[in-house]
Antibody
Framework: EVQLVESGGGWVQPGRSLRLSCAASGFTFDDYAMHWVRQAPGKGLEWVSG????????GYADSVKGRFTISRDNAKNSLYLQMNSLRPEDTALYYCAKAKWAAVAGTLDVFDIWGQGTMVTVSS | EIVMTQSPATLSVSPGERATLSCRASQSVSSDLAWYQQKPGQAPRLLIYGASTRATGIPARFSGSGSGTEFSLTISSLQSEDFAVYYCQQYKNWLPYTFGQGTKLEIK
């Protein structure tokens, strides 16, 4: 079964850091680009970041650029999101999502598999 | 950034009837447009990509159309399980990929 399982969310104070993980199974992880998409409570979907199969290409939304870092470990079938200098507006459910075809991030990424998400709450 | 605008925000339709949801892009995205369905407490599910191609396992009552800046998702005969929030997403230009704000399809 194709599956993505996120972990690492929780409550954190503004300015602190958190690292999210996404464990993939049921497909050849290093054949695909991977992404993070978030959803604030009661709000819509916001693309956060994406990374190519070999980590050679990656990108960020302006709202997180300079604060968040995406990475992957193909040997561990895992995707990560290091979140620094967290702000209250980063409070959201963070989904890990697989690109349907693309190995290179930024080339027609449609998200065909999603995890169930991990909740991040930034509050004092 | 390409801005995606969905309308209406909420659509009330009776089971068995037809529903049409709209999505407009602020600039042309060709056919690089996807639709997702999200039910409460669940992750989004890919319905349509390439503006009109159904994803694996999606029933034929779901259809997408459009190109350029104007798109629509039609559900031909609403089933109880179709009441959900629907999002469009452009994947023509990344940095960033953008979603519409969603249309909530509710039971009339």
């Amino acid at each position: 079964e194709v599956q993505l399982v996120e972990s690492g969310g929780g409550w954190v104070q503004p300015g602190r850091s958190l690292r999210l993980s996404c464990a993939a199974s049921g497909f050849t992880f290093d054949d695909y680009a991977m992404h993070w998409v978030r959803q604030a409570p009661g709000k819509g979907l916001e693309w956060v970041s994406g990374i190519s199969w070999n980590s050679g290409n990656f990108g960020y939304a302006d709202s997180v650029k300079g604060r968040f870092t995406i990475s992957r470990d193909n040997a561990k079938n895992s995707l990560y999101l290091q979140m620094n200098s967290l702000r209250p507006e980063d409070t959201a459910l963070y989904y890990c999502a697989k690109a349907k075809w693309a190995a290179v991030a930024g080339t027609l990424d449609v998200f065909d598999i999603w995890g169930q998400g991990t909740m991040v709450t930034v509050s004092s | 950034e390409i801005v995606m605008t969905q309308s209406p925000a909420t659509l009330s339709v009776s089971p068995g009837e037809r529903a049409t949801l709209s999505c407009r892009a602020s600039q042309s995205v060709s056919s690089d447009l996807a639709w997702y369905q999200q039910k409460p407490g669940q992750a989004p599910r890919l319905l349509i990509y390439g503006a009109s191609t159904r994803a694996t396992g999606i029933p034929a009552r779901f259809s997408g159309s459009g190109s350029g800046t104007e798109f629509s998702l039609t559900i031909s005969s609403l089933q109880s399980e179709d009441f959900a929030v629907y999002y469009c997403q452009q994947y023509k230009n990344w940095l960033p990929y953008t979603f519409g704000q969603g249309t909530k399809l509710e039971i009339k």
